[in-house]
């Protein structure tokens, strides 16, 4: 908020172009009468008692001229609005997530971080949680909660869901959550490792879905090309509990089906085979997906003419009284 002086009518300012012919003739008047003088008393004789009432109306003439000026006190505020973009976070947690060549630890690990400080730079909109393996499970509808949001995120482990990649499943779970959304723009971010080989519904079907529902879809395809180790869930036969073991698997990743879902969607496919390259991932989709802000400004004034008024009627004032006093000899 600020504030500042300004005048509602300047034009009345004019007016003091008439103080310097004022004064010039006033002086010029006086130079060549001496009346004026011999009538002051004896005791208060001084030339500047002379011009002391001319004087006075002179300001009283330029605080009216002030006055009707009107000088205001403006104070302005401004109001951000944002048109916040609904996103639907579509993470894959399915066991080839826990590759390790994504360090410091996993593929989901550091996949989970990158979401949390994504989510962390939009505070204007409003952004859910779909995970998938074998099937999608919705952890987290639209919310504005950060803080709920980020722990439900940090608290997504392995193997949440039945084994598998259910792309079809997941891209259908998180458009359905943005079915309803009533935002301008409506964002299914899909990061996966892997190649559909789960679930009832066809990837492009889904696709369809949100094409028609008018939802933009980015797929992010993360992990390394070749072999990579991966923990699997194991059971002992001798003991019969499950216990997890590194064994080393190809994952391939389907780019030719997340580059046809992101471009018939009107997104875009992104490649992300580290971990400062995932962050470059979700830094460029924050800056292609920014949320649209509009700010309005208001301002109200204050009236402060009156002061300027005052003096004017204290300065006409002002020759009546030194009169009576006889300080000088005309009101």
């Known amino acids: 908020m600020s504030n500042w002086p300004l005048l509602a009518d300047p034009a009345w300012l004019l007016l003091l172009l008439a103080l310097p012919p004022l004064v010039w003739f006033h002086h010029r008047r006086s130079g060549h009468g001496a009346l004026a003088v011999s009538r002051l008393p004896a005791k208060t004789a001084g030339g500047w008692r002379l011009h002391l009432p001319f004087y006075a109306r002179l300001l009283a003439f330029t605080a009216l001229a002030l006055a009707l000026a009107r000088p205001q006190l403006g104070y302005a505020w401004e109001e951000a609005t944002t048109e916040g973009i609904d996103i639907q976070l579509a993470l894959d ?34 952004i859910g949680l779909t995970v998938f393996g074998g099937t999608a499970l919705t952890r987290a509808p639209l919310t504005s ?18 084994d598998g990649t259910a792309i079809g499943v997941a891209l259908a779970n998180a458009a359905s959550r943005l079915k309803s959304s009533g935002a301008k723009s409506r964002v299914v971010i899909l990061v996966t ?39 699997v869930p194991v059971r002992d036969p001798r003991t019969g509990e499950v216990e997890m073991r590194k064994v080393t698997m190809r994952v391939e990743v389907d780019e030719k ?12 496919f992104f490649r992300a085979t580290d971990p400062k ?10 800056r292609l997906e920014k949320t649209p802000l509009k700010v309005k400004r208001y301002i109200r004034y204050q009236e402060r003419f009156q002061p300027f008024a005052w003096a004017a009627l204290a300065l006409l004032a002002l020759p009546l009284v030194t009169s009576t006093l006889r300080i000088t000899a005309e009101p």
């Open 93 to 126: 947690i399915s066991g080839s997530m826990g590759a390790e060549d994504f360090q410091p630890r996993n593929r989901l690990e550091v996949a989970k971080r990158v979401a949390r400080d994504f989510v962390a730079k939009r505070p204007a909109d409003r």
């Open 193 to 231: 490792d892997g190649v559909n080989n789960s679930g009832e519904i066809d990837p492009l079907s889904a696709a369809a879905l949100a094409e028609g529902l008018g939802i933009k879809v980015y797929t992010v395809g993360v992990g390394t090309e070749g072999d990579v180790r991966v923990p």
């Open 145 to 162: 909660d950060r803080r709920m949001l980020d722990e439900l995120i940090d608290s997504v482990q392995l193997n949440d869901v039945p």
């Open 257 to 268: 089906l997340l580059q046809t879902i992101s471009q018939r969607t009107g997104g875009a």
């Open 277 to 286: 390259a995932l962050a470059g991932v979700f830094a460029e989709i924050d």
